[in-house]
């Protein structure tokens, strides 16, 4: 295969302070605002920037679709810490470059393979939820670390929620999605200030729940109350046994 066949891209979502993902993905590309490339510096990334009007996360990774020639493009989240291994006794956690390197690219060829357009892992880093005879989902939301390969579809260009969307274009038309639950990328999630942050207002928030909801309907569940956000998404993958 190819080196050239896909492509890791950190999206700089907060302030330039509190990025922390480049420590364990150098090789990634990062994308920053054109004015804010100078305080990007001190993360010897290769910085790639973008025009300061686009707005929202909706916009930025419909941008890196656009401007990279790769098959595959794995979006990442700035805030990522480490990598959890799920399938044990007890969870285990990964720093290291290479073989978190290693096991986005193991996932991208699964995915590859399978014929899907969109990849990722577990968003519940949870020893007890997780089935050893059930390692992988095929109808789960994946955020935090994503791969899109080819192009066939496109962000909805709202400035949060754009990745439920992106999911559920991807179940109406390809009916699945590859999730490896046995990994899970643990981030600082909503901690970072600055950037896309500013957006998560909890306006913003219910009014782009309120577009999803209207778009998808019966599929699409979020509860909203003073102290966290629930979102639900439920596509059934089996049918009934009927006896």
Request: proline share 3%; glycine share 6%; with cysteine.
């Amino acid at each position: 295969m190819a080196k050239s066949s896909y492509k890791v891209v950190i999206l700089s979502r907060g302030r330039s302070d509190t990025i922390i993902t480049h420590k364990i993905m150098p090789y990634a590309d990062l994308v920053v605002p054109v004015s804010e490339v100078k305080l990007y510096k001190h993360t010897n990334c290769n910085i790639v920037p973008i025009p300061d009007e686009l707005h929202g996360l909706g916009k930025v990774r419909n941008w890196v679709l656009d401007n990279y020639q790769e098959e595959c493009i794995i979006m990442a989240d700035d805030d990522i810490q480490k990598v959890a291994l799920v399938s044990g006794q007890r969870l285990r956690y990964s720093k290291d470059v290479d073989y978190i390197r290693q096991l986005l690219e193991n996932t991208y060829v699964c995915a590859k393979d399978l014929g899907v357009s969109l990849f990722g892992f577990s968003q519940r880093p949870d020893v007890r939820i997780y089935k050893p005879n059930n390692p992988f989902s095929f109808n789960s939301w994946v955020g935090g670390v994503i791969g899109v390969i080819g192009r066939k579809y496109r962000f909805i260009e709202n400035k949060l929620k754009v990745d439920i969307d992106f999911f559920l274009q991807n179940m109406l038309r390809d009916r699945i999605v590859y999730v490896d639950l046995r990994y899970s990328f643990i981030q600082e999630r909503y901690k970072n200030k600055g950037g896309n942050s500013i957006y998560r207002t909890e306006e913003q928030i219910k009014k782009e729940l309120e577009i999803l909801k209207k778009r998808w309907g019966k599929y699409f569940i979020y509860k909203v109350n003073k102290t966290n956000e629930q979102i639900y998404v439920k596509i059934p993958r089996k049918q009934r046994l009927i006896l």
